[in-house]
């Protein structure tokens, strides 16, 4: 086995466990299967990670950015603001269609840190950071553009977070991601998700 530095290798195992996670469950999947996912010996994965709750939390962090990386790039100047926010908001949903099991893992994570005492607190990191990806957004579209929300940054935050998970489960469990993501008649969904955080954010 090749040797690799340390970040890198967390880096493989993470994206294996993603992978072995949202085949499997989060419940059935172990070190040893995320090993074997990895091409990697067992002992390797415990060299990277104490603890499994360090392993979630680094799954939750690794598919956040996923979907993050994809919105920074979509935010960018466009003629109307209301086409900045959409743009954003396209490229999140367009990730939701490419990777639903993905989308589907994160909550699977969250009810299984909430079910498992001492394990508690990864869900609520996985929802701050949900909050505060969403200020870092606000703030520095707010910087490009020169705009002063009409809400606190962290409430319009909160609130974007909120939507935006409400409205991807409904979607994974309705089956009609595409139907949601659309800008047709029928699916109006992220269009008035984008027309309310256009107003908030003000001129």
């Known amino acids: 086995m090749a040797r690799m530095p340390s970040a890198e290798r967390r880096t493989q195992l993470t994206e294996a466990a993603i992978r072995a996670m949202t085949r499997d469950g ?3 999947t172990t070190t040893r299967s995320i090993a074997a996912e990895a091409g990697v010996s067992l002992s390797v994965v415990h ?3 104490d603890s499994k709750a360090e392993l979630l939390e680094a ?5 956040t950015d996923h979907s993050v990386t994809l919105v920074r790039a979509a935010i960018r100047r466009r003629p109307t603001l209301r086409e900045t926010v959409r743009a954003g908001f396209q490229a999140y949903w367009d990730h939701v269609c490419a990777q639903p ?3 589907l893992l994160t909550y699977e994570l969250t009810q299984y840190a909430l079910h498992r005492p001492g394990l508690e607190h990864l869900a609520h ?3 701050t950071r949900y909050q505060k990806t969403y200020e870092e957004l606000i703030g520095r579209l707010s910087a490009e553009l020169g705009l002063l929300p009409r809400v606190p940054v962290p409430v319009l ?3 974007l977070a909120a939507m935006t998970d409400g409205l991807t489960l409904n979607a994974l469990a309705l089956g009609d991601t595409k139907q949601t993501g659309g800008s047709g008649p029928g699916t109006p969904f992220l269009d008035l998700l984008t027309d309310q955080v256009t107003d908030l954010l003000g001129p």
């Open 157 to 159: 935050a909160r609130y």
């Open 125 to 127: 990191r996985q929802y």
């Open 59 to 63: 799954v939750i962090e690794a598919i």
């Open 101 to 103: 099991g993905e989308h």
């Open 26 to 28: 989060v419940a059935r």
């Open 47 to 49: 060299y990277c990670f």
